[in-house]
């Protein structure tokens, strides 16, 4: 599936420092030395921030040298999707999960100093 926005590849190359919008809360930041990074704008549905308005919420992608143009999309949608379900993205980084097993022989390990002989 081809994703498209405001951006293209030339664009992102060429653009002066500021911040570029792509569509669908994607922006390229270009700095003053050129240094140019990407980050997408959701806003967590059914979740609200201090004052109690909507929870918006930027996630840095990478920097324009290493994410491409449409990788920066693919992954900016699959956070907007996140978001849309009332997932924070944030809190929904890949981690791995240790099992009752592994979590249960690192209690015993850790308790058994207090144990009585």
């Given at each position: 599936?081809a994703?498209?926005?405001?951006l293209t590849k030339?664009?992102v190359?060429n653009?002066s420092?500021?911040?570029?919008g792509?569509?669908?809360?994607?922006?390229l930041v270009?700095d003053?030395?050129?240094?140019?990074?990407w980050?997408?704008?959701v806003?967590?549905k059914?979740?609200?921030?201090?004052?109690g308005?909507?929870l918006?919420?930027d996630?840095g992608?990478?920097?324009a040298?290493?994410?491409?143009l449409?990788q920066?999309?693919?992954?900016?949608?699959?956070y907007?999707?996140?978001?849309k379900?009332?997932?924070?993205?944030r809190f929904?980084a890949?981690?791995?999960?240790?099992?009752f097993?592994?979590?249960a022989?690192?209690?015993h390990?850790?308790?058994?100093?207090?144990w009585?002989k």
């Amino acid at each position: 599936m081809a994703l498209s926005g405001k951006l293209t590849k030339k664009l992102v190359e060429n653009l002066s420092a500021g911040r570029h919008g792509d569509g669908n809360g994607l922006y390229l930041v270009v700095d003053p030395s050129g240094a140019r990074r990407w980050f997408v704008r959701v806003v967590v549905k059914g979740q609200r921030n201090k004052k109690g308005g909507p929870l918006r919420t930027d996630f840095g992608l990478g920097g324009a040298d290493i994410v491409t143009l449409n990788q920066a999309r693919e992954r900016a949608l699959e956070y907007r999707r996140m978001a849309k379900q009332g997932l924070n993205p944030r809190f929904k980084a890949h981690r791995e999960v240790p099992t009752f097993e592994e979590v249960a022989q690192q209690v015993h390990f850790d308790r058994m100093p207090m144990w009585k002989k």
